[in-house]
T-cell receptor, first 113, second 109 residues
Framework: DVKVTQSSRYLVKRTGEKVFLECVQDMDHENMFWYRQDPGLGLRLIYFSYDVKMKEKGDIPEGYSVSREKKERFSLILESASTNQTSMYLC????????????FGDGTRLSIL | GQSLEQPSEVTAVEGAIVQINCTYQTSGFYGLSWYQQHDGGAPTFLSYNALDGLEETGRFSSFLSRSDSYGYLLLQELQMKDSASYFCAVNTGRRALTFGSGTRLQVQP
């Protein structure tokens, strides 16, 4: 079974802090994704990566950056956290092929005070 | 832009059949997926349709009509454990999925 592990289930940070969210997958997947999930808005794509050191902006990249130094690890960085970034953050991974399902981690509920 | 429309909430009773519709307007289309998410849990993959027609997996079926930009998820013999949110998602060809806002299904005894 594919395992996608997010480093924290709950996180509380202060406005202006630099925040790191970590995600690790164990299935040698090429593609990894970061989404945020807010009530009534579904899952919105922040960034994704299709290879080590490669990244592409999603639909809402402003205020975020990402890092993929190793194939199994994809990090989301909030450069200077703001209260409107309080949300549930979900990481996912998938193999090659357009019909491959995305496998999600359990999510990190991030609160910015 | 991209848009996916699905009802925000659906209520049904145990043992019944429920259909959750999804209409989409996207710049590219390779297939339609459905995901289930229980409260506090991770979304999990249910089905994928790339071609027109019905795909059946146990109590769940998914249908796609590419000409109508429309699909649905059909849940039969509803059980209490089916209470969850259901998301349709389109593969537009950019590797990432575009998700709908989700349908919250409440199954009542």
């Amino acid at each position: 079974d594919v395992k996608v592990t997010q480093s924290s289930r709950y996180l509380v940070k202060r406005t202006g802090e630099k925040v790191f969210l970590e995600c690790v997958q164990d299935m040698d997947h090429e593609n990894m994704f970061w989404y945020r999930q807010d009530p009534g808005l579904g899952l919105r794509l922040i960034y994704f990566s299709y290879d080590v050191k490669m990244k592409e902006k999603g639909d809402i990249p402003e205020g975020y950056s990402v890092s993929r130094e190793k194939k199994e690890r994809f990090s989301l960085i909030l450069e200077s956290a703001s209260t409107n970034q309080t949300s549930m953050y979900l990481c996912a991974s998938t193999g090659q092929g357009s019909n491959q399902p995305q496998h999600f981690g359990d999510g990190t509920r991030l609160s910015i005070l | 832009g991209q848009s996916l429309e699905q009802p925000s909430e659906v209520t049904a009773v145990e043992g019944a059949i429920v259909q959750i519709n999804c209409t989409y307007q996207t710049s590219g289309f390779y297939g339609l997926s459905w995901y289930q998410q229980h409260d506090g849990g991770a979304p999990t993959f249910l089905s994928y349709n790339a071609l027109d027609g019905l795909e059946e997996t146990g109590r769940f079926s998914s249908f796609l009509s590419r000409s109508d930009s429309y699909g649905y998820l059909l849940l039969q013999e509803l059980q209490m454990k089916d209470s969850a949110s259901y998301f349709c998602a389109v593969n537009t060809g950019r590797r990432a999925l575009t998700f709908g806002s989700g349908t919250r299904l409440q199954v009542q005894p």
